[in-house]
């Protein structure tokens, strides 16, 4: 029996500052990806990165929280989505890793953005855009369950956008109190008397002195306190952390501020010492403010106080790409900050006064506070972990992935690396990182960073490859030295490349064209797209000697590779490409509407010219392009139903011919094309949104289909293995709705047979929009059992797969 393991997902994170959360238990880290959720342990000594996906929301996740539910101590995650659900996930068991769907609260009538959870509760807030709160209760002992108790409405109304809930300790009913802040200047401050039956929450003070939207609150223990007292850190958009003091009893000020003095009332009126009195379970406690914290220079999205018992400290995340550690001065009784990471000003355009989403959106400290990581605007992760001796923090490398549909996967021909490309406009190189005893999947380059969605990729050997996006041309790159000898050193790819390699690339200012070093004069930065890269000044490329891959902002600045060539010709967004096996031809094909842009291009790799006259056969666009194995046939498949085959002739290889054409090949628009593996008849497979693959071997002078393999949704993608293994062709199916199944094709009677289909847990959510087997040296056929599979999915996310025993 087959069996399929996940080897690697990529992925990247949702940019909305609630959308992540650390277990202090299990060392999980989960995180919205799309309408998904990662789980991805970033203390794991492998350093596998993300291992599951939680496939379940309709729409994209905006909060996780982690909550351990006290009745029976059942650790579960909560995750929140614009689709206006909350879903309940249940750990499989104790030392578990993995989370099982377990229930859906539904009600909330907008997009879920802030969960609030109680320790040592059972009672558990939601806020929406739909201008409410909803307290909830639930209940893990056997099946879980939960129940609504209370619907709080925003008054004067404004969206939630953060909450915090906490348990005001030392009286005996065990009182709630509730923050909520959002889209208006203040904090509204909740009490309930009692955390047991129906709990009635009561607005008791209203915080003001924020003069933009709240972002984030989080209450914790003072631990310089004798007596119980909490601080709430309310950040905002303008710029400023406040901290506000809630303690028992009364407040008594050794001074009054005389508002009428000039240099104290007239000057600062927010910063005020007014004290909000309210009474909980018959006791008295007041909210005071404590502290301004300033330095930050554009929103401030997360706070979180760090899990370590010993401190206090508050970790802060901003769209200044900057994250900063604040503490209290043990003398002064200041707070400051005592560390600032990430990019300090050095990225131009990436605030948010530019209109773009930059800088670092969530803040996270781990179980042992020890370790920070965040997540900054390209969906990355990066981490910081504290070295005692040294007495700083150093980073180590988190993971990537795309935050926009991946459009295509393409292995190296040998197999040595992976390319994918996405609707996020990068192409990324994904390789195998080998040392001792391990071996984990990573982001080794981003050859192109782009200001156009990125809709295809081929590659044109070991060392250069071919992209086509929405901007009616291709380009193609060249691999530059330094990519090469990392890719030589950390994974064991070796390649023989003829000539010499550039060192490394820049874009030039105002320049979407990735220049080698050397091309142009030296640059400081500039700004593409949605994409803000500082280059590396021209006479001194930045090294990539190092033992680990890339981190994030060296894949961001100083993996990029040269351009090589454009390829002009098309009047629309490039929808296929395909280079032939000799790389001597590049066929390209565009959106098209009109028989006139319904066209193959074909372009010589020799001169990089056009072949003129264009290959002529469709009506409507073009969606594949596949080269037989042996560059004889050219097959193109479209929306307008039909699939051609184009013969090469043997005088004149860059000619082709249309050889056979069917334009009823499908009963619906045909999304997908691929050759079998050389054999004595050619043989290819085409994939419909008819539910169906076609295969279709060659009868006289014309191909005919000689079996059908029937699915239960869309087809979007297929793929053929590159080998006959066992007598057999190993044909890939992926559908429109992210099902992944494994087909057997007997290679004399083309009898087709079911193997395996990835199951729904380990599969994506969404359209299936490129399949790729990675290649397997002809020697190594027989002694292989275990083959690795390449998926893109509209849900952001590239995957490759190990399928052992294929056809035992």
């Known amino acids: 029996m087959a069996s399929v393991a996940t080897e690697y997902i990529s992925v990247g994170g949702n940019r909305h500052p609630a959308a992540a959360d650390w277990d202090v238990e299990s060392g999980v880290l989960a995180f919205g990806a799309d309408n998904n959720v990662a789980l991805w342990d970033p203390l794991e000594p492998s350093q596998r990165g993300v291992y599951s996906l939680l496939v379940g929301h309709t729409d994209k996740v905006s909060v996780v929280r982690f909550y ?106 065990r009182p709630l109190v509730l923050a909520v802040a959002g889209t208006t200047t203040t904090v509204q401050i909740y009490v309930a008397e009692s955390s047991v039956g129906v709990p009635s929450f009561q607005r008791c003070a209203v915080l003001a002195g924020h003069e933009a939207w709240i972002r984030s609150l989080s209450f914790t223990r003072d631990s310089g306190s004798t007596t119980g007292d909490l601080l709430l850190a309310s950040a905002s958009q303008d710029k400023y952390i406040r901290l506000w003091r809630l303690q028992r009893g009364e407040v008594s000020f050794s001074s009054i501020i005389d508002e009428a003095d000039p240099l104290l009332g007239g000057m600062e009126p927010t910063l005020s010492n007014k004290a909000h009195e309210f009474e909980a379970a018959g006791s008295k406690y007041s909210i005071t403010f404590e502290a301004l914290l300033f330095g930050n220079e554009d929103w401030i999205y997360t706070t979180a ?58 803040g996270l400290w781990s179980p042992d506070g020890k370790e920070v990581v965040s997540l900054g605007r390209t969906g990355s992760w990066r981490a910081w972990r504290y070295d005692t001796d040294a007495d700083i923090w150093v980073q ?15 292995w190296e021909p040998t197999g040595g690396y992976l390319l994918s490309t996405s609707a996020d406009q990068t192409t990324r190189l994904h390789a195998q990182w080998v040392r001792e005893n391990q071996a984990s999947w990573h982001e080794f380059s981003r050859p192109q960073i782009h200001g156009y969605d990125l809709n295809c990729v081929d590659t044109l050997g070991p060392a250069q490859f071919v992209s086509g996006a929405d901007e009616k041309l291709l380009r193609v790159f060249n691999e530059p030295k330094q990519i090469a000898q990392l890719l030589e050193t950390l994974t064991g790819f070796r390649q023989s490349i003829e000539g010499d390699m550039p060192d490394t690339a820049e874009i030039p200012v105002l320049g979407l064209s990735n220049k080698a ?167 290819f497979a085409t994939a419909g949104r008819d539910k169906s693959v076609k295969i279709w071997e060659k009868t006289d002078d014309t191909f005919s289909c000689n079996s059908t393999v029937a699915v239960t949704s869309a087809v979007s993608a297929i793929s053929f293995s590159s080998i006959i293994y066992k007598g057999a062709f190993v044909l890939a199916v992926g559908e429109d709705n992210g099902t992944i199944s494994i087909h057997r094709v007997s290679s004399d009677s083309l009898v087709c047979q079911h193997i395996v289909t990835i199951a729904q847990n380990l599969s994506p959510s969404k359209t299936i929009t490129s399949l790729s087997w990675r290649p397997v040296p002809v020697e190594e056929v027989d002694g292989r059992n275990r083959f690795e599979l390449a998926v893109a999915s509209e849900d952001t996310s590239a995957r490759i797969y190990s399928i052992s025993n294929l056809l035992s």
């Open 68 to 173: 351990t539910c006290p009745s029976s101590d059942a650790k579960l995650l909560l995750t929140g989505s614009v689709d206006h659900t909350i879903r309940i996930w249940r750990m499989d068991g104790p030392g578990s890793r993995n989370f099982t769907y377990a229930y859906t609260l539904s009600g909330h009538t907008g997009s879920v953005n802030a969960i609030g959870i109680a320790r040592g509760t059972d009672v558990i807030a939601s806020g929406a855009a739909d201008g409410t709160v909803r307290i909830w209760r639930v209940n893990a002992q056997g099946e879980v369950k939960a129940e609504l108790l209370d619907m709080i409405t925003m008054k004067p109304r404004f969206f939630p956008l953060s909450l915090s809930l906490r348990v005001l300790e030392g009286d005996q009913g």
């Open 305 to 362: 106080w760090n899990p370590g018992p010993t401190r206090s400290q508050l970790l802060s995340a901003s769209a200044d790409n900057t994250i900063t550690i604040w503490e209290q001065d043990s003398v002064s009784g200041v707070w400051m900050s005592v560390e600032r990471m990430g990019e300090i000003s050095v990225q131009k355009g990436s605030t948010t006064a530019t209109g773009s989403a930059g800088g670092f959106w969530i």
């Open 396 to 410: 180590k490398f988190g993971i990537s992935g795309h935050v926009r549909s991946a459009n295509g996967v393409q």
């Open 517 to 683: 070093l050397g091309d142009e004069a030296p640059v400081e930065e500039e700004e593409t797209g949605d994409q803000a890269i500082k280059t590396a000044p021209s006479t001194a490329p930045a090294p990539l000697i190092m033992d680990h891959p890339p981190l994030e902002d060296q894949l961001a600045r100083y993996t990029l590779w040269p351009e090589h060539e454009k390829l002009y010709g098309h009047g629309y967004e490039i929808s296929a490409v395909a280079v032939s096996h000799d790389r001597t031809l590049i066929a390209t094909a565009c959106k098209a509407s009109s028989v006139d842009h319904a066209v193959i291009r074909l372009y010589d790799t020799s001169d990089w010219h056009e072949i003129k006259p264009s290959l002529a056969a469709h009506t409507l666009t073009i969606t594949d392009l596949a080269f037989s194995q042996d560059d004889r046939y050219l097959l193109s498949v479209g929306r307008d139903r039909q699939w051609a085959v184009f013969q090469r002739t043997e005088q004149e290889p860059n000619t082709f011919t249309v050889c056979a054409s069917n334009p009823k090949g499908h009963s619906r628009m045909i999304l997908g094309a691929a050759w079998a593996p050389y054999a004595e008849t050619p043989i």
